[in-house]
């Protein structure tokens, strides 16, 4: 049987035009997708520039089917996710991203940076260090390194702590002294509650040479050497807070009203006092100042009674318009009509009350003690050394 070529001569125009209409096809169905995938993509921009999250997420999964191998688009999916709470929808598209293999460098610590704050939102500490700690090397180090800090702060491992913040000085990230003097502090109370009180000592005295600025180190090395009864030391402690940190003297107030009962130096802490609150008026210097008045005028016992302390209520009335200075005078007179004098004071005591805590500038957090790390916003330092009647 002989071969017919005339069947391939007319073969290969039918072959041509079939590829031809094929290629066609495809090439509408690609552009079909691609003006789909935009178009749901920008149908999600809008959505999310009118705060209406719940259907940008849907547009944007809608965007995703179409065009799965779009990594923007998971970023963006992923961070609305986190947004609205849905942590485990948000850690599941980050783990997508990670695990593909065909992802950049870039992009991949960017979605082990965005994994790694999924966790931190979720409260999953032990997950979150361990993403951050994958971010070592790369563009997202400092960001993870003050997270890491933000972590063992609140977990108040101390040890990790100091030695983030000793990484983060060495690599000219900011200056961490104070808060190393912070941790050796933190680190000294917890040996005073087992009794070490020689172990902290040291600890304190660490912290003041890591940080000589710092308020904190010198106040409570001056309170345990007075504890320790080391009270001539402690008041030349305090002289040096005195004279490093004078805005902090107040703090150290009734401190120096026991140590001059303890040393009989009342003159030379009295006129310590006086020099600050003539330069700053303080209520906690204030009513240091009247306790040591009193003390002093026990002392003299020349059959007079001057009042020298209440005299200096007055006077401070007249500097610095004060409810709880006003408050404390009244406790002290007697009135024309004496039977309303508790009821009145009730009063004036209960309204001065929230005058006499500390707020936290960071956050508004008040307290009836002054706190070095804030429980409101873990800030350092955030709490001024003056109540709130002074602010």
């Given at each position: 049987m002989e071969f017919d070529l005339s069947w391939i001569l007319l073969g290969l125009p039918v072959?041509?035009?079939?590829?031809?209409?094929?290629?066609r096809w495809d090439l509408r169905q690609i552009r079909a997708e691609n003006r789909q995938a935009p178009k749901a993509y920008f149908k999600g921009l809008n959505f999310l520039l009118n705060e209406q999250q719940d259907?940008?997420?849907d547009a944007f999964i809608e965007a995703v089917q179409n065009d799965p191998d779009t990594s923007e688009l998971?970023?963006?999916?992923g961070n609305l996710f986190r947004r609205r709470g849905e942590y485990n929808r948000a850690v599941r598209v980050h783990e997508h991203l990670l695990s593909r293999g065909d992802l950049s460098r870039v992009d991949r610590d960017r979605a082990q940076h965005a994994l790694a704050q999924d966790f931190l939102k979720a409260g999953l500490l032990d997950r979150a260090e361990d993403a951050l700690r994958r971010l070592e090397g790369t563009a997202f180090e400092a960001e993870a390194h003050l997270a890491l800090l933000a972590i063992y702060e609140r977990?108040?491992?101390?040890?990790?702590?100091?030695?983030?913040?000793r990484r983060m000085q060495e690599a000219n990230q900011g200056d961490f002294s104070g808060r190393l003097a912070h941790y050796l502090c933190e680190d000294a109370q917890a040996l005073l509650t087992q009794g070490q009180q020689a172990?902290?000592?040291?600890?304190?005295?660490?912290?003041?040479?890591?940080?000589?600025?710092?308020?904190?180190?010198?106040?409570?090395?001056?309170?345990?050497?007075?504890?320790?009864g080391q009270s001539?030391?402690?008041?030349?402690?305090?002289?040096?807070?005195a004279e490093q940190s004078p805005a902090s003297l107040p703090l150290a107030a009734q401190l120096l009203v026991d140590i001059a009962a303890a040393t009989g130096q009342r003159q030379h802490i009295h006129q310590l006092l006086s020099q600050q609150y003539e330069q700053a008026p303080s209520l906690d210097l204030l009513q240091a100042l009247v306790a040591l008045d009193a003390?002093?005028?026990?002392?003299?016992?020349?059959?007079?009674?001057?009042?020298?302390?209440?005299?200096?209520?007055?006077?401070?009335?007249?500097?610095?318009?004060?409810?709880?200075?006003?408050?404390?005078?009244?406790?002290?007179?007697?009135?024309?009509?004496?039977?309303?004098?508790?009821?009145?004071?009730?009063?004036?005591?209960?309204?001065?009350?929230?005058?006499?805590?500390?707020?936290?500038?960071?956050?508004?957090?008040?307290?009836?003690?002054?706190?070095?790390?804030?429980?409101?916003?873990?800030?350092?330092?955030?709490?001024?050394?003056?109540r709130v009647e002074e602010l």
């Open positions: 072959a041509f035009v079939l590829g031809w209409l094929a290629s259907k940008a997420i998971h970023f963006a999916l977990s108040r491992d101390w040890t990790q702590a100091a030695a983030i913040a172990e902290a000592l040291q600890r304190l005295q660490q912290a003041i040479t890591t940080a000589p600025q710092a308020a904190r180190p010198r106040l409570e090395h001056a309170q345990l050497q007075h504890r320790m001539a030391q402690a008041l030349h402690t305090l002289e040096s807070l003390q002093i005028e026990e002392q003299s016992n020349d059959g007079e009674t001057k009042a020298p302390g209440r005299a200096r209520l007055v006077q401070h009335l007249d500097r610095e318009p004060s409810l709880v200075a006003a408050a404390q005078w009244l406790a002290g007179e007697k009135l024309a009509e004496e039977q309303y004098h508790p009821a009145v004071q009730r009063a004036l005591d209960h309204a001065a009350k929230p005058l006499t805590r500390y707020r936290c500038a960071a956050c508004g957090f008040e307290a009836r003690q002054h706190f070095w790390h804030c429980p409101g916003c873990q800030s350092w330092d955030s709490y001024p050394a003056r």
